[in-house]
């Protein structure tokens, strides 16, 4: 008898075997492409990459073709600060780190997918024969790359329960690798599981009721081939527990519908300000090149964008030392822009951003030219005598980043939170979590869409 396939292991050590399985075995999963060293180059562009004719725009996950090889990436649009998340094996108490690098790696073979918000949780699936399944719900290694212990040193795991279309994908799985004991990674997004990745020979350590339903599992299973007239002495449990809808509760049962809460930042650096007339006809470049369909007002945030205007602060900075021609914009607030826009020594994060807006003089202010029919007037023409002609305004925003001591408030905030809930077991501080982590409850946060 034997309990694992040992041919099927061959398939297991290879990512691109495992997903051709698991395509073939009509099991959902993240939308894919495979690169093979050798193969026609990734079309590589700012914000999405193109292979082997699929197109796949940040945020995607970067895969090594080897399943042993579990240094994968994670690729961030430049909205979203830009760079990568770079996950390996644990290390202590890391399991990923941070990486302002967002080109994709060259030498090798790599399978390429869609990232999937899963809401900060894996799901970890532990098959045990074809009717038999036990998931538990970590951290996810994507978040932050900090590895959550109990105080044995172990990683904390709560329980998950399955519904019916996952236990039949873990069927799936297990028939169509030939595994009695198998773990697969299931990813829980928009409603919707998929499974992404397979890892084969896998079982739980810190379950008492696993080990006790994988012994007796087993035992009826070998004895089934190897001594069947011995199987009326063995103990048998039932494989699957009986699956349980939301609306099957009593009427009179209370249930808890959703958790709501309203959080402000934790303490942070001022948010700061600056605006400033511009007159150079650069400035009105940028205007009609990123001003689609007749908008007069833009915002530049990606890098390449504030690279461009950085460019120009620098170029009128040079000019104005020169002194010919004569620069119109004040010297103090371009030497501002250039210095803010040169801070932390590259333009990625959310921190900055520029926007340009067209308007009129109204006192010692500005009013908004929401009709502006007709072109600004050119940069090289005399200025009109009159206080209401059409200008362009830069407006430079910064600032507004968690200090460390607002890092431990967010950190603090979120261990209080998810005591707020208590379960069926008082004193745990596990409801919100928990809670999190079944399929019958689901977990959006809203936020501005103001980054700073």
């Known amino acids: ?57 940040k945020p995607f996950v970067e895969k090594p073709v080897d399943a042993e090889d579990h240094n994968i990436h994670i690729y961030y649009p430049s909205d979203a600060g830009g760079g990568s998340q770079r996950l390996f094996r644990k290390i202590g108490n890391k399991s990923s780190e941070y990486s302002k690098e967002g080109l994709i790696r060259r030498n090798g073979s790599f399978i390429y997918e869609d990232f999937k918000a899963t809401g900060g949780t894996d799901v970890k699936v532990y ?72 890892n084969g020979f896998s079982f739980v350590k810190t379950s008492k009721k696993y080990c006790d339903d994988c012994s007796h599992i087993l035992l009826g299973l070998i ?27 009593s009427e009179n049962e209370i249930q808890l519908r959703c958790v709501v809460g309203i959080i402000r930042h934790g303490d942070r650096t001022p948010k700061q300000k600056m605006k400033m007339e511009v007159f150079d006809e650069k400035f009105h470049a940028l205007v009609r090149k990123y001003g689609k369909d007749g908008k007069k007002h833009i915002k530049l945030k990606t890098p390449s964008q504030l690279k461009e205007v950085l460019g120009i602060a620098r170029y009128l900075l040079n ?59 050119s ?20 600032g507004g980043e968690l200090t460390t001591a607002g890092c431990a408030q967010a950190e ?11 379960d069926d077991d008082p004193g745990t501080g596990l409801g919100i979590l928990r809670l999190h982590s079944t399929y019958r409850h689901d977990l959006k946060i809203y936020a501005r869409s103001e980054e700073r």
């Not at 309990?3 to 399985?21: E, G």
């Not at 190897?226 to 699956?243: G, H, I, M, R, Y």
């Not at 520029?354 to 007037?377: D, E, I, M, T, W």
């Open 223 to 249: 004895l089934t081939a190897v001594a069947p007239d011995l199987l009326q002495n063995s103990t048998k449990l039932p494989l699957v527990e009986p699956v349980q809808w939301v609306g099957d509760e």
């Open 319 to 377: 000019e104005a030392e020169k002194g010919n021609p004569p620069v119109r914009e004040e010297i103090y607030k371009l030497e501002r822009l250039k210095s803010v826009l040169e801070m932390y020594g590259s333009l990625s994060g959310i921190n900055r951003k520029v926007q340009f807006r067209y308007c009129c003089r109204k006192g010692s202010g500005y009013a908004r030219n929401k009709k502006l029919a007709s072109p600004p007037p």
């Open 127 to 198: 098959t045990v024969g074809p009717d038999y399944a036990h998931a538990e719900a970590r951290k996810s290694p994507a978040l932050d790359g900090r590895v959550n212990r109990d105080n044995e040193g172990k990683e904390i795991r709560y329980p998950v329960i399955l519904t019916a279309k996952e236990k039949q994908m873990a069927r799936t799985v297990a028939l169509a690798f030939k595994q009695t004991v198998c773990g697969f990674d299931l990813l829980r997004a928009n409603g919707k599981s998929y499974v992404c990745d397979v």
């Open 1 to 57: 008898f034997v309990v694992n396939d040992l041919p099927a292991q061959y398939d297991l050590q290879d990512r691109r075997r495992v997903y051709k399985i698991l395509q073939e075995s009509g099991i959902a999963m993240p939308r894919y492409a495979i690169y093979n060293d050798g193969d026609e180059p990734v079309e590589e562009r700012h914000d999405h990459i193109r292979v082997a004719g699929v197109e796949f725009s």
């Open 379 to 398: 940069p090289d023409a005399a200025p009109p005598s009159t206080s209401s002609r059409v200008l362009l305004l830069l407006i430079l925003k910064w």
């Open 412 to 422: 603090e905030l979120g261990k209080e939170f998810r005591t707020l809930y208590q």
